[in-house]
């Protein structure tokens, strides 16, 4: 259990360790954080995207064409929100992505449908930010969506 003045925000995208950092610094800005909690996976954005959701969740198991992937992140962000009191979520996607190969502009929306997959999981008023992770002049910056 974490200690109770420490803060959280969660991470949920790409196992790609290049990103992890500027995520990071991201979130630990926008939600005046101390530590993520990263849920990743290899082109985490892509596989949610291409998943067949259902119209409505009955706030019970997490649905869809895979449901053990669904369970598995709903678990985690629960675990999250819950016992370490995220502040709020970020979704990230990044160029020059091993695990989800497409061009930036459907990188983008598999991010818009991502963070709106996450939306569906968590409770009602919980922030989700989707960010696309990009290479500037050598560096790694986080830039929302």
């Given amino acids: 259990m974490s200690d109770p003045s420490e803060t ?3 991470s949920v995208g790409c196992m790609d360790g ?4 500027p995520v990071a610094i991201f979130g630990k800005e926008k939600f005046g954080a101390q530590h993520p909690d990263t849920i990743t ?3 985490l954005v892509g596989l949610l995207a291409r998943l ?3 119209e409505h969740s009955d706030g019970g198991q997490a649905k ?3 449901p053990e992937l669904l369970e598995s992140i709903k678990k985690k962000l629960l675990i999250s929100i819950e016992k370490h009191h995220s502040k ?3 979704v990230h996607g990044h160029e020059d992505c091993a695990g989800n190969p497409v061009d930036g502009v459907k ?3 598999d991010i818009l449908k991502s963070a709106e997959i996450v ?6 008023g919980a922030e989700v930010i989707p960010v696309f992770v990009v290479k500037n002049n050598g560096a790694w910056t986080a830039e929302p969506l």
């Fill in 41 to 43: 996976e290899a082109g």
């Fill in 107 to 109: 990188h983008k929306e």
């Fill in 8 to 10: 959280f925000f969660t």
């Fill in 119 to 124: 939306r569906s999981l968590i409770p009602e």
């Fill in 52 to 54: 067949q959701m259902p």
């Fill in 88 to 90: 709020g979520v970020i």
């Fill in 18 to 21: 290049r990103v992890h950092d």
């Fill in 64 to 66: 869809g064409d895979n």
